[in-house]
């Protein structure tokens, strides 16, 4: 008897994970193909028809297989007969034309007329859907051939109510999300800093938004901007040192959109551009303790239970010397203890630097001053003390470098019972020269 009961609880159970996760579209979609497609009927030139995709956080459709070439003539229909495509192509080969979600050319699959690609005609790709051309792809000008098109988004995972067989229990496990893209849940706060942020987002279940693809990333630029007016909205990124990144949620860094002339600063928190004189859609660095916008996620499909427990978090630290760490991989940075404020008495530091082995190290000191002859930096060309010295340091000495010879470099920092300064930082870099 003891095993029908089991037997009885156990169905409702799988029931519920199955009906929680099924896939549904956004915004008017249409779920074809494991893709959420929408027609547009309005003729618009190729940059008009992407700029409107992109107001939903979509893109102008994607062809990646032959089953996805036939879903375009299943959402259109006999709607209109010519439709852009998410394909601009910048020669004559369609291993030259790229896909607008960042995911590669179409060299891999492609479906061009006889002829085509053909940029002299255009750079941009329409699908024809009627006559001896249907199924086909075609060159167009991007500018002068307005067209309908669709855009498509991925598809996501909504809750629902469900009603248990058996059992006379109406249980609402519904997800009330506003915006739900790809899986995930997304909800957009006033101003708060990093810690206070990531508290409040994680009352929802969630954390501050990782973005981990180019369509993520256009999701989220899209949602914020018409929420709030601040150049600036958190992310759920964190730079504990120079060219180290990390998700607060713990995700893969397998996508990257840092402005391409932003250098982070060490122990500094992410936000993305929210206005074109902000570097719209890219990711900045900025202080942990300022207050902005923010965004955060978590999975979609599933209540959040109320009066979530709090995970106190530690933020980056605003001085991460590395002072007696583990091995450091180039490149990076070190610092005497709290700089740019003084160290303290009776420190005894060591950095373990380290590259690819056909490499040698470069260590450029960018401010240096410590107790002259009393607190004392050493470099040694090598793994450890036991190696050759390459110098010993102290007092006011402002910028310098100083190389090893081989793969490896061991730095020291002793400091003596009196007297306390600034002390120093430097990067490390692999280096090819002399």
Not at 272 to 284: A, D, E, M, P, Q
Request: proline share 6%.
């Amino acid at each position: 008897m003891q095993f029908a009961v089991i037997a009885f609880f156990l169905f409702p159970i799988f029931y519920t994970a199955f009906a929680a996760s099924t896939p549904v579209c956004t915004n008017g979609f249409t779920l074809i193909n494991s893709k959420c497609l929408r027609l547009y009927t309005t003729p618009s030139s190729y940059s008009a028809a992407e700029e409107s995709c992109r107001s939903v956080g979509a893109t102008l459709v994607t062809i990646k297989s032959a089953n996805d070439n036939q879903a375009i003539t299943t959402i259109v229909g006999s709607t209109v007969s010519l439709v852009w495509m998410g394909l601009y192509c910048l020669d004559s080969d369609p291993s030259k034309c790229l896909w607008d979600d960042s995911t590669g050319s179409a060299g891999i699959y492609s479906n061009f007329a006889s002829g085509f690609p053909l940029v002299e005609i255009g750079k941009c790709v329409y699908y024809s859907v009627q006559g001896a051309l249907a199924g086909k792809w075609v060159s167009g000008d991007c500018d002068n051939d307005p067209r309908a098109y669709v855009c498509e988004l991925p598809y996501t995972i909504a809750g629902e109510y469900i009603k248990f067989l058996f059992v006379k229990v109406l249980i609402d496990v519904s997800d009330n999300c506003t915006y739900n893209y790809n899986g995930f849940c997304y909800s957009v706060h006033s101003s708060a800093p990093f810690v206070q942020a990531q508290e409040i987002c994680e009352q929802e279940c969630g954390n501050l938004a990782s973005i981990n693809s180019e369509m993520e990333n256009r999701y989220v630029s899209t949602l914020a901007n018409p929420w709030t007016s601040s150049d600036w909205v958190y992310i759920g990124a964190m730079f504990p040192r120079s060219n180290a990144f990390a998700w607060i949620d713990g995700s893969v860094w397998s996508y990257n959109n840092i402005g391409p002339s932003i250098s982070p600063s060490s122990g500094y928190c992410a936000v993305i551009g929210n206005s074109k004189t902000s570097n719209y859609g890219f990711w900045v660095d900025t202080g942990c303790s300022n207050a902005w916008p923010f965004v955060c996620k978590r999975p979609a499909g599933t209540q959040c239970p109320q009066n979530q427990p709090t995970v106190t978090v530690t933020p980056v630290p605003t001085n991460p010397s590395y002072c007696n760490s583990t091995l450091l991989l180039a490149p990076g940075v070190i610092t005497s203890p709290n700089y740019p404020q003084n160290y303290d008495n009776n420190l005894f530091c060591s950095y373990q630097l380290t590259t690819l082995g056909s490499y040698k190290i470069l260590l450029k000191f960018s401010g240096f001053i410590t107790e002259p002859n009393h607190d004392i930096v050493k470099v040694y060309n090598g793994d450890s003390s036991d190696k050759p010295l390459l110098g010993s340091y102290s007092g006011n000495l402002g910028s310098f470098n100083v190389a090893s010879t081989g793969n490896a470099m061991y730095v020291t920092f002793k400091s003596d019972w009196s007297n306390v300064y600034q002390g120093f930082s430097a990067k490390f870099f692999s280096y090819s020269g002399p």
